[in-house]
T-cell receptor, first 116, second 112 residues
Framework: DTGVSQNPRHKITKRGQNVTFRCDPI?????LYWYRQTLGQGPEFLTY????????KSRLLSDRFSAERPKGSFSTLEIQRTEQGDSAMYLC??????????????FGPGTRLLVL | KNEVEQSPQNLTAQEGEFITINCSYS?????LHWLQQHPGGGIVSLFM???GKKKHGRLIATINIQEKHSSLHITASHPRDSAVYIC??????????????FGTGTSLTVIP
């Protein structure tokens, strides 16, 4: 399977615990995006990387959230001191940005987080 | 107010019916995407449009840039088309990551 993969697919945690999610993009893609989706809503942008550089973070992203893409390949999204409001589907997408050509984002299956 | 509005929010159709889902947006865009989200969360990109019309199988997507409106049509609908269809636009702002705005989706159920 050469698509975007995310692990774990599901995570249940107690409030206050830290959780980390991983996203493996399509191998040649240089851009990687993280989104959050709550029930009945469309995805919300969280942050994105071009190669290893984190170019933008949404104002939605509190200090408890941190994302890395250390080698410009896979990325991790960590949530510290989880709150019940963090319960959502966390989606990763990747794309290939080449010059000024518009790129299509390819989405992973998501990680569904439930904070009890 | 959301930058992207979709209608209807929910749609139930009989198998074989012609289906239209509408998307209106309020920002200047460089591209519009139609996405399909299956139960369980998986998202598939169906179309990326910047003008005119695209067709793929039974799916047709159109966009009118002047009216800031797009439609997704499904001909001869089938129960396997049941999913949430999401409209997303890429804003024509400076090249930053916060450039995608998503609609809340249209939940389609096709009954055999």
């Amino acid at each position: 399977d050469t698509g975007v993969s995310q692990n774990p697919r599901h995570k249940i945690t107690k409030r206050g615990q830290n959780v980390t999610f991983r996203c493996d993009p399509i191998s040649e893609h240089n851009r990687l995006y993280w989104y959050r989706q709550t029930l009945g809503q469309g995805p919300e942008f969280l942050t994105y990387f071009q190669n290893e550089a984190q170019l933008e973070k949404s104002r939605l992203l509190s200090d408890r959230f941190s994302a890395e893409r250390p080698k410009g390949s896979f990325s991790t999204l960590e949530i510290q001191r989880t709150e019940q409001g963090d319960s959502a589907m966390y989606l990763c997408a990747s794309s290939l940005r080449s010059g000024g050509i518009q790129e299509t984002q390819y989405f992973g299956p998501g990680t569904r987080l439930l904070v009890l | 107010k959301n930058e992207v509005e979709q209608s209807p929010q929910n749609l139930t159709a009989q198998e074989g019916e012609f289906i239209t889902i509408n998307c209106s947006y309020s920002v200047g865009i460089s591209a519009l995407h139609w996405l399909q989200q299956h139960p369980g969360g998986g998202i598939v990109s169906l179309f990326m449009l910047s003008s005119g019309k695209k067709k793929h199988g039974r799916l047709i997507a159109t966009i009118n840039i002047q009216e800031k409106h797009s439609s997704l049509h499904i001909t001869a609908s089938h129960p396997r088309d049941s999913a949430v269809y999401i409209c997303a636009v890429r804003s024509r702002e400076a090249d930053t990551g916060n450039q995608f705005y998503f609609g809340t989706g249209t939940s389609l159920t096709v009954i055999p």
